[in-house]
């Protein structure tokens, strides 16, 4: 018990240090952040459930006013922001990466992970984040798809990076993937 609570804690605290990475904010107020490399991680390390948990700390903290999103953004304002669908959407993100990698058993761990955060941090995500952009912005679904689709190639780069960081772990320290069964 207190060992899962350490390790939500400490992939939330992860997510709010990546949001210290430089960004860039597009003109539709979208910011480029690596903090959706820390929610991919919190699935694929942690599985559904903690990495969900994870997410929704940090997303609480940020309720509750904390200036973790990056750029320094919290409170309430957050959730009616372009970025809301997002925000939102980073507990449910971790949760489909975790889902996908507990049930899906590919191998090698780093494969999982990595198609894992695809369609979890990837997939999941642009469906949130495109549609919160919409309700909040007042444009077709389409057009928010469409915006928030300049942002896969780094994304693919973020799942990929987390493949090959679980991979790296299930190598060397393999009792960390609860979800992972050495073959």
């Given at each position: 018990?207190?060992?899962?609570?350490?390790?939500?804690?400490?992939?939330?605290?992860?997510?709010?240090?990546?949001?210290?990475?430089?960004?860039?904010?597009?003109?539709?107020?979208?910011?480029?952040?690596?903090q959706t490399?820390?929610?991919?991680?919190?699935?694929?390390?942690?599985?559904?459930?903690?990495?969900?948990?994870?997410?929704?700390?940090f997303i609480?903290?940020?309720?509750?006013?904390?200036?973790?999103?990056?750029?320094?953004?919290?409170?309430?304002?957050?959730?009616?922001?372009?970025?809301?669908?997002?925000?939102?959407?980073?507990?449910?993100?971790?949760?489909?990466?975790?889902?996908?990698?507990?049930?899906?058993?590919?191998?090698?761990?780093?494969?999982?992970?990595?198609?894992?955060?695809?369609?979890?941090?990837?997939?999941?995500?642009?469906?949130?984040?495109?549609?919160?952009?919409?309700?909040?912005?007042?444009?077709?679904?389409?057009?928010?798809?469409?915006?928030?689709?300049?942002?896969?190639?780094?994304?693919?780069?973020?799942?990929?990076?987390?493949?090959?960081?679980?991979?790296?772990i299930a190598?060397?320290?393999?009792?960390?993937?609860?979800?992972?069964?050495?073959?």
């Amino acid at each position: 018990m207190e060992r899962d609570a350490a390790h939500i804690a400490l992939f939330a605290a992860m997510i709010a240090a990546l949001g210290l990475v430089p960004q860039i904010t597009l003109a539709f107020g979208v910011p480029i952040t690596a903090q959706t490399l820390g929610v991919m991680l919190a699935g694929a390390v942690l599985g559904a459930r903690r990495g969900a948990m994870a997410a929704g700390v940090f997303i609480l903290l940020v309720a509750l006013g904390l200036p973790l999103l990056a750029g320094g953004r919290g409170g309430l304002g957050v959730f009616a922001s372009p970025t809301a669908g997002f925000a939102l959407g980073f507990p449910v993100a971790a949760f489909a990466t975790g889902l996908f990698v507990e049930r899906v058993r590919l191998r090698p761990a780093g494969l999982a992970a990595g198609l894992g955060a695809v369609f979890g941090g990837i997939a999941v995500l642009y469906l949130m984040g495109a549609a919160g952009l919409a309700l909040v912005s007042g444009k077709p679904l389409a057009q928010a798809f469409a915006l928030v689709s300049v942002f896969i190639p780094g994304d693919l780069l973020k799942a990929a990076i987390c493949g090959m960081l679980v991979q790296a772990i299930a190598r060397v320290r393999p009792q960390s993937l609860a979800w992972h069964r050495p073959a």
